[in-house]
């Protein structure tokens, strides 16, 4: 387990093995929350409020555009397609991040 070291104004480097198995880069926010046995570092998005409606209303267009008018699906079904779609973008997002 390799040792990180806590250096002036707090700041910590994650080894790099770490970091690429994340997809972690400089700029981007981890989350940091206590757990009962020490400090849990969670890699998050943060998308600009703007950009972020931009997105979403961009894949709502999509599904529409998918979905045959003579089969409605229930909310419950919209909702998961919805959310693996947002998922596969978020997905591609961190991978043009990661090989930029």
């Given at each position: 387990m390799p040792l990180v070291k806590v250096k002036r104004f707090a700041q910590v480097t994650l080894p790099s093995d770490i970091r690429k198995k994340f997809h972690i880069a400089e700029g981007d926010?981890?989350?940091?929350e206590v757990v009962e046995d020490?400090?849990?570092l969670k890699?998050?998005?943060?998308?600009?409020?703007k950009r972020a409606w931009e997105d979403l209303f961009q894949v709502i267009d999509?599904?529409?555009r998918r979905a045959p008018k003579s089969s409605r699906k229930?909310?419950?079904q919209e909702e998961e397609e919805i959310?693996?779609?947002i998922k596969e973008h978020r997905k591609a997002t961190?991978?043009?991040k990661t090989n930029a």
């Amino acid at each position: 387990m390799p040792l990180v070291k806590v250096k002036r104004f707090a700041q910590v480097t994650l080894p790099s093995d770490i970091r690429k198995k994340f997809h972690i880069a400089e700029g981007d926010y981890l989350e940091a929350e206590v757990v009962e046995d020490g400090i849990l570092l969670k890699p998050v998005a943060v998308v600009e409020r703007k950009r972020a409606w931009e997105d979403l209303f961009q894949v709502i267009d999509r599904v529409g555009r998918r979905a045959p008018k003579s089969s409605r699906k229930t909310e419950k079904q919209e909702e998961e397609e919805i959310a693996q779609i947002i998922k596969e973008h978020r997905k591609a997002t961190r991978k043009r991040k990661t090989n930029a």
